[in-house]
């Protein structure tokens, strides 16, 4: 069984030309701390330093036979900074995104929370609408989250009696937001 720790770099690129897995190995042993090191000092973060470190060896191994490197520890550290400032580029493109489009996001959140203001106004509309029994078994069960059964004993009727109120309440709350989507859209 070969040693491959006692291996030269050269050595491991000619056998890692070849295909040997455990040469690819030996070379992910030798260089990941440093490599690691060198992504994380700059980006502060531990994913995205994995994830560099994921996207080298993964090109190192895809590109093998192709590959004219001549310096292995210099062509891994360059490709890692390089990968980092990538990140660096990609990072600060997406911050200045959100900035320049600060004002559309606040808009949209105002808008979405003025369409979920009237949507729950309309609901509880609706539930106001159902006949008396219907709306308080409703309400047991959706604000206050009472079981069936606690529902029944609370107003003396059997749990098929409240299954079937709540059913008819979400039937009518149904219906009547099909015909508000309708008028919508």
């Known amino acids: 069984m070969k040693n491959y720790q006692l291996y030269t770099n050269d050595m491991l690129l000619i056998l890692l030309k070849e295909d040997d897995e455990r040469a690819f190995s030996e070379i ?4 990941w701390r440093l490599l690691f090191t060198i992504a ?11 994830d560099i470190l994921h996207d ?18 210099h062509y891994l550290s360059s490709s890692t900074r390089y990968m980092v400032f990538k990140v660096i ?5 997406a911050h200045q995104y959100v900035e320049s489009n600060q004002g559309l996001i606040a808009e ?8 979920n203001k009237y949507l ?7 539930v106001d609408a159902l006949p008396e029994r219907c709306k308080m ?13 606690e529902i029944a004993l609370e107003m003396n009727i059997t749990s098929k009696t409240v299954e079937n109120q709540i059913n008819k309440a979400l039937h009518h709350l149904r219906f009547s937001m099909k015909k508000l989507l309708q008028f919508l859209f």
Not at 40 to 50: D, G, I, K, N, V
């Open 89 to 93: 580029r990609k990072n600060a493109q």
């Open 120 to 126: 729950l106004e309309f609901v509880a509309k609706e």
């Open 28 to 31: 992910y042993n030798r260089y």
């Open 137 to 149: 078994i409703f309400k047991y069960s959706r604000e206050k989250g009472m079981t069936n059964r």
């Open 56 to 73: 080298i060896f993964a090109s190192l191994w895809k590109n093998r036979k192709s590959a004219d490197i001549r310096s292995l520890d």
């Open 108 to 115: 949209f959140e105002l808008e979405n929370t003025l369409h």
């Open 40 to 50: 994380f000092s700059r980006l502060r973060h531990t994913c995205p330093a994995e």
